[in-house]
């Protein structure tokens, strides 16, 4: 028969490995959740870094792209300016030409009948 102090060492046995069992438990678990916990938040800081890097991408093609547009605009518009002012010159100047050739002409015309 078994006596009464190899039965509660047994007893004392069982609960150690049921204790260590539990704790094993607790301790994936525990695990488990740390890891959880961890992988949400490397998530949502990658997440965050991602989009500050493509707003910041964005913003720069929209700012390159509004200064091609703007360049563009000015130089067609000073190219339309230039375009004017070289016009209003020439015009002038065929002007000023054909009117001292009118007179030139005139005065000739105004000799010979004087003569």
């Known amino acids: 028969m078994i006596k009464y102090e190899e039965l509660l060492k047994l007893s004392q046995d069982s609960e150690k490995l049921t204790g260590r069992q539990a704790g094993r438990q607790a301790g994936r678990q525990a695990g488990r959740q740390a890891g959880r916990q961890a992988g949400r938040q ?7 870094q991602a989009g500050r890097q493509a707003g910041r991408q964005a ?33 002038r100047q065929t002007d000023r030409q054909t009117d001292r050739q009118t007179d030139r002409q005139t005065d000739r015309q105004t000799d010979r009948q004087t003569d």
Request: proline letters at 0%; zero cysteines.
């Open 42 to 48: 490397a998530g949502r800081q990658a997440g965050r």
């Open 59 to 91: 913003g720069r093609q929209a700012g390159r792209q509004a200064g091609r547009q703007a360049g563009r605009q000015a130089g067609r518009q000073a190219g339309r300016q230039t375009d004017r002012q070289t016009d209003r010159q020439t015009d």
